[in-house]
């Protein structure tokens, strides 16, 4: 016997005394509340289903008793009425009124008519007016005295009510993997996550053509990805179905993949998307920051950790020096497993400095001026960005496109950075924004290269000619 089914069992036992007396005393779908009544069974208590039925049926024995006491007096304008100031009443013509039996007490007269009330109708007229609150009262008495008797048996009903939720989950877990076409990961106590073919489910569902299938692996070599790739080529939906099936695997649940290997996963942060609280006086670009900032002092080697376009709401050297720090910080002092989309191309020369970092792209092709996503992910950085086919696809006005495309192609032949400032002569030797960290990296071997100089084992001469080659390097890296 498998040990969570040794354990499980003893919860799920059968109560059948209990489930005997519920089955009797409550209806099968009861109310909310017990306010209006309702919740006990018809047939478990004689007095409440007499007061019910006295409540229930008051019209079916109002006409009942005409007919009776007219067969009984044979007085043809007999009838049986009802008002809320005088109650029930027979009423009698004033003709035939003179002959109303002895039992008949006159209880209003009226132009034309006598209305009276017999010892019967009186007895029916005090049941009938109480009938419904006295029916809530012992509805609510029979409800407390079976709530009396399911209390001495609270520690049974506990654990069966914990056995039923597990078998509950178990069930649905096991029919959404059948019908999702899910699969047992392996769970692990290693800080790792590796997925083969995982999908989205949500946008899975909402789409007519298959899934495209994407994988990933996190294990002790390789513990950040920065991608690159158009907007609305997948980085969010990539990047969102690693997470989710990262915390299904862990609850137990069957995951979307055709394999996935599952480590120790203490926390899950996204810095995804884009908020502001002005009511707080935190722009959107701060509240991207303050997000960021949870994320680097919390994170754990055994977090996973989602970063979608960090450094947008501000410049443009500012916001990739920002990107730029936070890859570093999570890669060098956090190592935890993370996936970085980004639109800064200058993050792909990220991988050069730290060996744990790697390129992914999602895949587009462009047909006819026309942007075509492919939604696959592949090692090595994106070679373009597509923003303006994505802009023609979103419905940009024709100018606007035909504008930015002139702009593009002037600032590729420029290779200028001051955008806002066409007027400026093209450079001699234009700065590059790609070279910007590789020349950070190069300084920072140089660096490396100096503190592990032993200067003691030096001779004059060989310290002379170290000087010249580190001259050197260093201008090549201006």
């Known amino acids: 016997m498998h040990p969570w089914w040794s354990t499980l069992r003893p919860r799920s036992k059968a109560q059948p005394i209990l489930a005997d007396l519920l089955t ?10 017990l306010r209006e009544g309702g919740v006990i069974q018809e047939g478990f208590d004689s007095a409440l289903d007499e007061l019910k039925a006295i409540s229930e049926h008051a019209a079916a024995f109002l006409i009942k008793l005409e007919t009776e006491e007219r067969e009984r007096t044979g007085l043809s304008s007999l009838k049986v009425g009802y008002n809320r100031v005088h109650g029930y009443y027979i009423e009698l013509s004033k003709v ?5 039996p002895i039992t008949y007490v006159r209880r209003q007269t009226l132009k034309n008519a006598e209305r009276f009330i017999t010892p ?7 049941k009938a007016l109480s009938s419904k609150s006295r029916a809530l009262a012992r509805e609510k008495q029979l409800y407390d005295e079976l709530l009396s008797d399911l209390l001495k048996a609270i520690t049974p009903l506990k654990r069966l009510a914990e056995g039923l939720a597990i078998l509950d989950v178990l069930a649905n877990f096991a029919e959404r993997a059948i019908a999702l ?3 047992t990961p392996a769970l692990t106590y290693q800080s790792e996550l590796i997925i083969e073919n995982g999908r989205h489910l949500v946008v899975e569902s ?3 053509k298959p899934f495209v299938p994407n994988s990933v692996q996190f294990d002790d070599a390789l513990r950040q990805f920065i991608i690159t790739g158009p907007n609305m080529g997948g980085k969010s939906t990539f990047m969102r179905q690693t997470a989710i099936i990262a915390l299904l695997g862990r609850t137990g649940c069957p995951v979307p993949a055709e394999q996935a290997i599952i480590g120790d996963i203490d926390r899950i942060f996204t810095r995804i998307g884009s908020s502001d609280d002005l009511a707080s006086g935190r722009s959107t670009f701060m509240v991207e920051m303050s997000e960021t900032a949870l994320i680097l002092n ?5 977090s996973l950790v989602l970063l979608d376009e960090i450094g947008r709401g501000t410049s443009t050297f500012d916001g990739l020096s920002l990107a730029w720090a936070t890859g570093c910080y999570i890669a060098e002092q956090i190592n935890a497993m993370t996936l970085f989309a980004t639109h800064y191309f200058e993050l792909t020369a990220l991988p050069e400095r730290v060996e744990t970092v790697k390129n992914l792209h999602l895949t587009a092709t462009e047909v006819e001026d026309r942007i075509i996503f492919l939604y696959a992910v592949q090692p090595g950085p994106a070679n373009q960005s597509y923003g303006i086919q994505v802009g023609k696809l979103a419905g940009l006005p024709a100018s606007v496109i035909a504008s930015a495309q002139e702009k593009l192609a002037w600032l590729e032949r420029q290779e200028l950075l001051q955008f806002d400032q066409p007027h400026l002569p093209a450079l001699a030797n234009p700065p590059q924004q790609s070279e910007l960290f590789q020349a950070d990296a190069k300084l920072l071997t140089l660096q490396d290269q100096i503190l592990n100089i032993e200067l003691d084992q030096l001779s004059p001469r060989e310290a002379l000619s170290l000087l010249y080659e580190l001259k050197d390097q260093l201008q090549e890296s201006h």
């Open 206 to 208: 909402m789409l007519e």
């Open 120 to 126: 019967a109708l009186k007895n029916f007229e005090d």
């Open 96 to 100: 035939q009124a003179q002959q109303a």
């Open 298 to 302: 919390n994170a754990t080697k055994h």
């Open 181 to 183: 076409n899910l699969i």
């Open 24 to 33: 009797r005393a409550i209806v099968p779908v009861p109310p909310v509340v």
